[in-house]
């Protein structure tokens, strides 16, 4: 049973739009969410995070949304870049005591594809 | 600069053949895991561990074990290498900053 959900498995965008990844979760437990980015051939690195007491974090050219009531978050990119062609993963856990991430849950992962 | 580091990139093994994969980490971290990436599955972890010589089993743990003698290093082991384990392998580290991966090892079982 898949607890957390990307059902769009690829997405193709213009250079300069907006890119927007979607992630459904069905753990209410869940309390601490990331996105990740990989490229072919290199391990996943951390793109940008949120926490379930915010609704909104931004990063530059980033940011993620949190929908808690329909455990849904969702990632924007703008303006898209060629640069930002990747894998990007949804990631969901919950923070321990003393605030250390537990196991990371995957989703399966979106390709995006900036086209120039 | 932080640091995990795979031991190799790609390797190419013969059916049930007994393959080490290791894993060494420089930010003295406690948590270590390994996972698997295939297309259309994403991330799946195969195991973990919180300490030395402490392991968990993750979601997949069939056909493989794992090894922490030091608190660097985290090895997964498959017993007797199948055609179904040929894929991308990712190691990863954490604490309360957050999660470090390598670059994968890219296995391919003949």
């Known amino acids: 049973d898949q607890q957390v959900k990307q059902n769009s498995p690829s997405l193709s965008v213009q250079e300069g739009r907006i890119s927007i990844l979607n992630c459904d979760y069905t753990n209410s437990m869940f309390d601490y969410f990331l996105w990740y980015k990989k490229y072919p051939a290199e391990g996943p690195t951390f793109l940008i995070s949120?926490?379930?007491?915010?609704d909104k974090n931004e990063d530059g050219r980033f940011t993620v949304f949190l929908n808690k009531s329909a455990k849904h978050l969702s990632l924007h990119i703008v303006p898209s870049q060629p640069g930002d062609s990747a894998v990007y993963f949804c990631a969901a856990s919950r923070l321990n005591y003393g605030g250390s991430q537990g196991n990371l849950i995957f989703g399966k992962g979106t390709k995006l594809s900036v086209k120039p | 600069d932080v640091k995990v580091t795979q031991s190799s990139r790609y390797l190419v093994k013969r059916t049930g053949e007994k393959v080490f994969l290791e894993c060494v980490q420089d930010m003295d971290h406690e948590n270590m895991f390994w996972y698997r990436q295939d297309p259309g599955l994403g991330l799946r972890l195969i195991y973990f561990?919180?300490?030395?010589?402490?392991?968990e089993k993750g979601d997949i743990p069939e056909g493989y074990s794992v090894s922490r003698e030091k608190k660097e290093r985290f090895s997964l082991i498959l017993e007797s290498a199948s055609t179904n384990q040929t894929s991308m392998y990712l190691c990863?580290?954490?604490?309360?900053?957050?999660?470090?991966f390598g670059s994968g090892t890219r296995l391919t079982v003949v």
């Open positions: 990863a580290s954490s604490d309360t900053s957050g999660y470090t």
């Open positions: 561990s919180y300490d030395v010589k402490m392991k």
């Open positions: 949120i926490s379930s007491i915010k």
